[in-house]
């Protein structure tokens, strides 16, 4: 027995050196982990900003300027379900990397356990016994007494990380259910967005297009600068000047769409193609607003550009935006800043894709992409001088 005390005591002193190391690893881990915030918190405050969205859904139904009631309900929702996808990918990231850590700890926390019961079955008499006698033992003791509180620590620890598994697991099977829930409410707010767009008779007009000078301009036109050149013949009669002077506003704009800068202004794609203005990976069907007060001069299809929409914030200023799926609006009418124009394409991604990580922090869910470019004089000028973005594109 005395033998076996002797391997026994320098083997226990090891585990727990070793566990005590993989302890403070860990720690290091979590504590870099919780400077941002908790990943169950984020997911659970996406949510709570999912309900406020369908609660002003609801209040849009009577509220006395629909369309811009439908507005916020539609951009809370995009910004709910936005958090409410990175939440949840932080939660699975986090879950992972807590079942990483568990399996490989699986051995030391078996020999930890295996310490433990040889240290509860093992009787007090033995306990006593140390092959350098009584000193030994003393010595022997004050190491197990040294030691037992960071076994305790990494019991608790180990607790936690299980406990806090099993939570993940649970918040994502219910926010999963929030999710889609949210995805529906969206989509119900721009349905009814679209109606109220459609009803609306309050604006006021600069010109009633010309529908046969309009297909007669688009016929003829081969260039966008050839096509923005003659949208003074698109109108019934002439158009009303206006003294508008948004410059105060140049370089502070937001960008019309929440999205990432994909390409900058005359970078050249894959194919080696440059263009004067700004590519914008946006989410499927996001709401597309106009920046600030300005005229609708166009809107429609033109040329390969898909659906397009011509804003004149002040005279000899255009903001050319295209590849939008539904434009809304008339042309003529003068809209005020937030304005729904249009929205993107594309098909939502399943609740599965959404909670995949592999494209984790790559902007893999912005499939759709809006083209913006800006024209002074009737010349192309970089999109930066007038809208904002953040370090990350945004």
Same mark, same amino acid.
């Given at each position: 027995?005395?033998?076996?005390?002797?391997i026994f005591? *320098? /083997?226990?002193v090891?585990?727990?050196?070793?566990? =005590?190391?993989?302890a403070l690893?860990?720690?290091?881990l979590?504590?870099? @982990?919780?400077?941002?915030?908790?990943?169950?918190?984020?997911?659970?405050?996406?949510?709570?900003?999912?309900?406020?969205?369908?609660?002003?859904?609801?209040?849009?139904?009577?509220?006395?300027?629909?369309?811009?009631?439908?507005?916020?309900?539609?951009?809370?929702?995009?910004?709910?379900?936005?958090?409410?996808?990175?939440?949840?990918?932080?939660?699975?990231?986090?879950e992972?990397?807590? @079942? @990483?850590?568990?399996?490989?700890?699986?051995d030391?926390?078996?020999?930890?356990?295996?310490?433990?019961?040889?240290?509860?079955t093992? *009787?007090?008499?033995?306990l006593?016994?140390?092959?350098?006698?009584?000193?030994g033992?003393?010595?022997?003791?004050?190491?197990?007494?040294?030691?037992?509180?960071?076994?305790?620590a990494?019991?608790?620890?180990?607790?936690?990380?299980?406990?806090?598994?099993?939570?993940?697991?649970?918040l994502?099977?219910?926010?999963?259910?929030?999710?889609?829930?949210?995805?529906?409410?969206?989509?119900?707010?721009?349905?009814?967005?679209s109606?109220?767009?459609?009803?609306?008779?309050?604006? $006021?007009?600069?010109?009633?297009?010309?529908?046969?000078?309009? @297909?007669?301009?688009? =016929?003829?036109?081969?260039?966008?600068?050839?096509?923005?050149s003659?949208?003074a013949?698109?109108?019934?009669?002439?158009?009303?000047?206006?003294d508008?002077?948004v410059?105060?506003?140049?370089?502070t704009?937001?960008?019309p769409v929440?999205?990432?800068?994909?390409?900058?202004?005359?970078?050249?794609?894959?194919?080696?193609?440059?263009?004067?203005?700004?590519?914008?990976?946006?989410?499927?069907?996001?709401?597309?607003? =106009?920046?600030?007060?300005?005229?609708?001069?166009?809107?429609?299809?033109?040329l390969?550009?898909?659906?397009?929409?011509?804003?004149?914030?002040?005279?000899?200023t255009?903001?050319?935006? =295209?590849?939008l799926?539904?434009?809304?609006?008339t042309?003529?009418?003068?809209?005020?800043?937030?304005? $729904?124009?249009?929205?993107?394409?594309?098909?939502?991604?399943?609740?599965?894709?959404?909670?995949?990580?592999?494209?984790?922090?790559?902007?893999? /869910?912005?499939?759709?992409?809006?083209?913006?470019?800006?024209?002074?004089?009737?010349?192309?000028v970089d999109?930066?001088?007038?809208?904002?973005?953040?370090? /990350?594109?945004?």
């Amino acid at each position: 027995m005395n033998s076996a005390c002797g391997i026994f005591w *320098p /083997d226990f002193v090891r585990r727990c050196l070793q566990v =005590s190391a993989v302890a403070l690893a860990l720690s290091v881990l979590a504590w870099g @982990a919780k400077a941002a915030e908790d990943p169950a918190t984020a997911a659970q405050r996406a949510a709570s900003q999912l309900e406020v969205a369908t609660l002003a859904l609801q209040q849009a139904e009577t509220a006395r300027d629909r369309v811009a009631a439908l507005t916020e309900t539609v951009r809370a929702y995009e910004a709910g379900l936005a958090a409410m996808r990175d939440g949840l990918r932080r939660v699975a990231q986090r879950e992972g990397q807590l @079942a @990483a850590q568990l399996k490989a700890r699986e051995d030391d926390v078996a020999d930890l356990l295996g310490v433990l019961q040889t240290i509860e079955t093992a *009787p007090p008499p033995v306990l006593m016994l140390h092959p350098s006698g009584p000193l030994g033992a003393a010595r022997s003791a004050m190491t197990l007494a040294e030691v037992t509180p960071a076994l305790q620590a990494r019991a608790t620890a180990l607790r936690r990380d299980l406990e806090e598994v099993q939570t993940l697991r649970l918040l994502q099977q219910s926010a999963a259910n929030t999710l889609q829930e949210g995805l529906n409410g969206v989509q119900e707010a721009r349905v009814q967005l679209s109606a109220a767009i459609a009803d609306r008779t309050d604006l $006021p007009r600069r010109f009633t297009q010309d529908p046969v000078r309009t @297909a007669i301009l688009i =016929s003829s036109t081969e260039t966008l600068s050839g096509f923005a050149s003659g949208l003074a013949e698109i109108a019934e009669g002439e158009i009303a000047t206006t003294d508008a002077d948004v410059s105060a506003l140049r370089g502070t704009l937001p960008i019309p769409v929440e999205g990432l800068v994909l390409r900058g202004y005359g970078e050249k794609d894959a194919a080696g193609i440059a263009r004067p203005g700004w590519l914008i990976a946006a989410r499927p069907h996001a709401l597309v607003v =106009s920046p600030t007060a300005a005229t609708i001069r166009y809107q429609g299809p033109l040329l390969d550009l898909g659906n397009v929409v011509i804003l004149e914030p002040q005279p000899e200023t255009l903001f050319v935006l =295209s590849g939008l799926a539904e434009v809304y609006g008339t042309m003529g009418e003068v809209i005020p800043a937030g304005t $729904p124009i249009g929205l993107m394409g594309g098909k939502n991604p399943e609740i599965g894709a959404i909670l995949s990580l592999s494209g984790e922090g790559a902007g893999t /869910d912005r499939t759709e992409t809006l083209y913006i470019e800006v024209r002074m004089d009737n010349s192309p000028v970089d999109p930066e001088t007038w809208f904002r973005t953040d370090k /990350d594109g945004n």
